[in-house]
């Protein structure tokens, strides 16, 4: 087999120093091509530029392809010279002193290929700098003889064919196991076969796909299970589990993990944001603070040899193994990505602009395919990830800090300030909001001065107490002006004044374009979720082809197991919530005295949610009620979820909002839920930005369901998808609106829910005795002796 070296051998075999520790600016691969090409064009007649060079090294084992192309060439009378053209914005003297051990190391080795394949006895290498602020140049050459290159290229060969072997024969091993793996169950649950060869129908032939399938039809496991025998026959080459919420990770490991019980030998790797994983986060990668930045790789490869004898490398391990060989765990993650067969990762790492894996996806897509878990989270995700804003206050904030110390900096600053100021005015007399279908006059040459006056001094790396406000400063103008380039009309530009603040942002009203475009970066893609209703609307907005193939499964699960109520007159539009929370209250009560055991209750809002629970609290009636509070955090979180257990003695309930950490992505099986209310159909509430998505589908007739009413019945039905897990599984759904009984609704809720209406709450109690009373009796459990039933 053919070694993926794309890598290039110096890269591997001659890495020195620490990651992230050097300022680089995101515009330098552009100036650094037209520095090349300004020197280039000033070599003498005959030199030759991008001449491209390979050669194969065969072994047993693999067959090792090295390449490249040589930025210059020149052939006079008795000598060749070799040239690699760098550009730089350090000092061009501390170069002479110290120049790049990786730069001569990828300049030698174009020079033994081209020796090789002219025959060539010496060659004269030099290497380039390009001082990129002063225009100067160094030019660094030594003359090489033959055998020193040959000499010089084994070596790097033969520690990288160590890895090439080793990886080689992991890849037999991996296919191997993969070739004789089975579904690790005896059968697969119903629908589930339909999904796993829909899925790997798609990535066998490179298409997409757009599959809905109920909660706890076994989605996770229906895609993976195919991806992966893509994966062994070729026609992948990586998988990429693309999720929203650490619930997506932890089921995609725990299917890996029981793959892996029946024999599947894969390596796979879960990444985890750099903020949450970094073991120094308060010394910004400075060798000086953090012993783990610096020298990094130069322990890196025996942390990587480490870590290659495991195959599951979540963020547990790769902290062990970061710490005891003193490298960035964050670094260390991306490197071990390089040799994973699976990377478990949140969707920014394949989609936003700013972060993905450039490592992967920039010179071609691969073969690469994206299996995007609970699709129907990266409609507004992509919004953001595409959107870009500047606050004025960060301006003022970045001046106080520099003013003293770095006066380009702060002018640059100052000019943009200013112009937020006059922005500010004409927004306060448009009532604090204004939009516009274009971008916004005289800002642009102002925020390029900034970008170049932070570069500046950035690349110098000098460490100050206010080196960190100016890089967030410096970043978020850059990305801002990474939209500016992009912005067309699917965006508009708003202003929103908010006292001395003004939020000046670049809105991504329609991210199907860019998503698009993301989609390049993979040879295929599975977009799979409880909720993709309606399908013309996530296969337009999420980017997907004309061609793209669509699935919806029906539950698996028996109708008779959920007795699904709509309290179809009962207002909660918010004009009217004051009077409607008592009625409300008092269907809950009914709703959760039908039958001991653990209920949630949905709201649209906090504030909603409190009105109710104040109507609802009635001490000493034997009922414990839980409330989810804003920003809670993850233990938070956790005590909230431990506290439904299958064995509490009273009844549970937990008053919640929909959307939020409790509305999906969790997993009360069996007993420990027993029934849930929702209040509202879930609408997002009314805010510019909402409105001007509204607007900008009002045209083709879908402005209120793209913005308003599609968005809010996800909700709905990932709340109302909390009840039914298991085929054993029995429960109660109260739908509380009006509107829930309107046709616009109606028809985009469930076929299984039922949807049978009740008025009062005595209904309700009549209706739900006669469904528990079905399943005591089936579950030949005395009436007077019913626990807790599902």
Not at 260 to 272: E, F, M, N, Q, Y
Not at 439 to 464: H, I, M, Y
Not at 474 to 496: H, L, P
Not at 577 to 601: E, K, M, T
Request: with cysteine; net charge neutral; charged share 25%.
């Amino acid at each position: 087999m053919s070694s993926d070296s794309r890598q290039g051998l110096g890269g591997i075999c001659l890495a020195g120093g620490r990651p992230g520790g050097r300022f680089f600016s995101p515009g330098r691969s552009l100036a650094g091509i037209r520095a090349h090409q300004r020197i280039q064009r000033k070599r003498p007649e005959g030199y030759r530029a991008e001449v491209r060079v390979a050669a194969e090294i065969e072994t047993p084992e693999v067959i090792l392809v090295v390449g490249g192309r040589i930025d210059g060439v020149l052939e006079t009378e008795g000598e060749t010279l070799v040239e690699e053209i760098k550009s730089t914005t350090r000092d061009l003297d501390l170069i002479e002193q110290n120049p790049d051990a990786c730069h001569w190391g990828q300049a030698k080795v174009y020079a033994c290929l081209l020796a090789r394949e002219k025959a060539l006895p010496a060659v004269r290498v030099q290497l380039t700098y390009y001082q990129l602020d002063t225009g100067e140049v160094l030019e660094l050459n030594e003359v090489h003889q033959r055998d020193t290159l040959d000499a010089f290229f084994e070596d790097l060969v033969h520690r990288y064919l160590k890895w090439a072997t080793a990886l080689s024969a992991w890849r037999q091993l991996r296919d191997g196991s993969i070739r004789s793996l089975a579904f690790p169950y005896a059968h697969y649950r119903a629908g589930q076969r339909q999904m796993a060869i829909t899925v790997y129908r798609t990535l066998r032939d490179g298409g997409q796909a757009l599959v809905q399938a109920a909660t706890g039809i076994g989605k996770t496991l229906a895609v993976l299970f195919p991806a992966i025998k893509t994966l062994g026959e070729g026609h992948t080459e990586r998988i990429f589990f693309l999720t929203a919420r650490n619930t997506g990770k932890q089921a995609a490991v725990k299917a890996l993990n029981l793959l892996g019980g029946v024999g599947l030998r894969l390596k796979r790797v879960c990444l985890t944001a750099k903020d949450r994983i970094c073991f120094c986060p308060e010394a910004a990668c400075d060798p000086v603070v953090c012993i783990f930045a610096k020298g990094h790789f130069d322990r890196l490869g025996a942390a990587l040899e480490d870590a290659f004898r495991r195959d599951h490398l979540d963020r547990e391990t790769i902290e062990t193994v970061a710490r005891r060989h003193q490298v960035c765990p964050f670094e260390f993650s991306l490197e071990l990505a390089n040799w994973a067969d699976c990377i478990v990762c949140d969707y920014n790492y394949a989609f936003d602009p700013r972060v993905y894996l450039r490592r992967f996806f920039d010179e071609d897509a691969g073969q690469h395919v994206f299996l995007v878990d609970e699709s129907h989270n990266l409609v507004d995700r992509a919004r953001e990830m595409f959107s870009a804003s500047l606050e004025k206050s960060d301006f003022i904030e970045l001046r106080r800090s520099v003013k003293e110390d770095l006066p380009s900096v702060f002018r640059a600053a100052g000019k943009i300030n200013t112009w937020l100021v006059k922005a500010r005015q004409r927004t306060q007399e448009a009532d604090g909001f204004r939009s516009e279908a274009h971008l916004p006059d005289g800002l642009e040459p102002l925020l390029n001065a900034f970008v170049r006056a932070c570069e500046k001094w950035l690349t110098r790396q000098e460490p100050s107490p206010f080196r960190e406000i100016v890089l967030a400063c410096y970043f978020r103008v850059n990305g801002f002006m990474r939209v500016w380039d992009v912005f067309d009309d699917s965006y508009v530009c708003y202003r929103q004044a908010n006292g001395r603040e003004l939020t000046l942002k670049l809105f991504c009203l329609d991210p199907s374009r860019q998503l698009s475009l993301a989609l390049r970066r993979c040879r295929a893609a599975v977009f799979f979720s409880a909720t993709l209703t309606p399908a013309d609307y996530f296969q337009q907005i999420l980017g997907c082809a004309p061609e793209a193939t669509r699935l919806a499964i029906p539950s698996p699960f028996a109708r008779e197991n959920l007795d699904a109520r709509i309290a179809r007159s009962v207002p909660t539009t918010y004009a009217r919530r004051s009077q409607s929370a008592q009625r409300v209250a008092d269907l809950i009560r009914a709703f959760i005295g039908s039958r001991p055991g653990n209920y949630l209750c949905f709201f649209p809002s906090y504030a909603y949610l409190h009105l109710v629970h104040a109507c609802y609290a009635s001490p000493g009636d034997g009922v414990t009620v839980l409330v989810q509070e804003p920003e809670m955090d993850e233990s938070g979180r956790n005590r909230f979820l431990a506290a439904f257990s299958e064995r509490n003695p009273h009844t549970l309930v937990g008053f919640a909002v929909m959307g939020g950490i409790f509305g999906e992505g969790i997993d009360l099986v069996g007993e420990r839920l027993c029934g849930a209310v929702i209040v509202g159909v879930g609408l997002p509430a009314v805010c510019p930005e909402r409105e001007l998505i509204r607007a900008y589908f009002e045209p083709r007739g879908v402005g209120f369901d793209f913005a308003y009413r599609y968005p809010g019945i996800i909700r709905v039905l990932q709340a109302g998808g909390r009840v039914i897990r298991t085929e054993q599984d029995r429960g109660a759904l109260l739908l509380v609106d009006q509107r829930f009984w309107h046709p616009a609704y109606n028809r985009l809720l469930p076929e299984h829910w039922g949807r049978q209406p009740v008025d009062t709450p005595a209904q309700l109690t009549r209706a739900l005795d006669q469904f528990w009373g079905a399943a005591a009796s089936s579950a030949q459990i005395p009436a007077d002796n019913r626990q807790i039933c599902r």
